[in-house]
């Protein structure tokens, strides 16, 4: 790969990068402005738990736990 240094490639280079940080920022942002928990799912889960109407799914859990690993 070839690095031309003249300037319209060097202002090219910085304005790409500076998009670039500004979609970093702006997904940093979203990220830490969601909450931590997602309590509408937690309670729906605790009451599918108590109801006994949870039901796992054995394989779907194995493939996620080879996943993981892979």
Same mark, same amino acid.
């Given at each position: 790969?070839?690095?031309?240094l003249?300037r319209?490639?060097a202002?090219?280079?910085?304005s790409?990068? +500076?998009s670039? $940080?500004?979609s970093?920022?702006g997904a940093?942002?979203?990220?830490? #402005?969601?909450?931590a928990?997602?309590?509408?799912?937690?309670? +729906?889960?605790k $009451?599918?738990?108590s109801s006994?109407t949870?039901e796992?799914?054995? #394989?779907?859990i194995a493939?996620?736990?080879?996943?993981?690993y892979?």
């Open positions: 790969m070839r690095i031309d003249n319209s490639s202002s090219e280079l910085s790409e990068l +500076s670039q $940080q500004v970093a920022q940093a942002t979203a990220a830490l #402005s969601a909450p928990v997602r309590q509408g799912t937690v309670d +729906s889960l $009451q599918s738990v006994g949870y796992l799914n054995p #394989s779907k493939a996620s736990m080879v996943d993981d892979a």
